[in-house]
């Protein structure tokens, strides 16, 4: 059975930072493009980053040098560093993998159960 699990979530003032983490087990997903996508209350859920299994990596605008994603294949483990939090970074965090780089979520292959990040102004 695969499974994506986040964590890392928490309450964080703007301008912090939080590093999230997803583990994934089940199979190995080294030839995945890993990514993280959010979702704020009342909002369709959006891509933040993804990161290819050759190590190229795509970034939403909004992110765009405050975030940073990385992947660990020994672990199968994929993170998200997140600095310069803003109140609209606040979201629910969801990882996921599919065989290619996607920016919408429609048909992607997997996903994790999502992790909350809340941000303070």
Known sequence: Q???VESGGGLVQAGGSLRLSCAASGRTFSS???HWFRQAPGK???FVAARKWSGGTYY?????????I????????????MNSLKPEDTAVYYCAADREVSRVTQGVDYWGQGTQVTVSS
């Open 2 to 4: 695969v499974q994506l």
């Open 32 to 34: 995945y493009a890993m």
């Open 44 to 46: 369709e859920r959006e």
């Open 60 to 68: 939403a605008d909004s992110v765009k040098g405050r975030f940073t």
């Open 70 to 81: 990385s992947r660990d294949n020994a672990k199968n483990t994929v993170y998200l560093q």
